[in-house]
């Protein structure tokens, strides 16, 4: 199968960068596109940011644009979500999500379009 893990999570203070990864194995680990999602306490879990595997096509969360950049290294099989100027508000545990039979160019937001998730990592931003 498909086995997602995430990592680099941390606690942070406002105004810091941190960037997490995702590394895919397995072989059946051909995504169409990667999407990390973010889920805080008592909130449901949201979309953050998305990348076809062929690396362009980025999609982000309006509260994150300017803030966040997603990447992906195909060598690797690993995708990225670089985060910098950290907020209170990015505090969560963050998903990262491979699509494989989804339709990215249709509605590349909807958790429901991807196929494998990972366990996720936390992360933590102090004032």
């Known amino acids: 199968q498909v086995q997602l893990v995430e990592s680099g999570g941390g606690l942070v203070q406002t105004g810091d960068s941190l960037r997490i990864s995702c590394a895919g194995s397995?072989?059946?680990?051909?995504?169409?596109?990667m999407g990390w999602f973010r889920q805080a306490p008592g909130k449901e879990r949201e979309f953050v940011a998305a990348i076809r595997w062929t690396g362009d096509g980025t999609y982000y969360v309006e509260s994150v644009k300017g803030r966040f950049t997603i990447s992906r290294d195909k060598i690797k099989n690993m995708v990225f979500l670089q985060m910098n100027n950290l907020e209170v508000g990015d505090t969560a545990v963050y998903y990262c999500?491979?699509?494989?039979?989804?339709?990215?160019?249709?509605?590349?937001?909807?958790?429901?379009?991807?196929?494998?998730w990972g366990r996720g990592t936390q992360v933590t931003v102090s004032s």
């Open positions: 397995g072989p059946r680990f051909f995504p169409i596109a």
């Open positions: 999500a491979a699509m494989r039979r989804g339709d990215y160019s249709k509605n590349p937001r909807a958790d429901n379009e991807y196929d494998y």
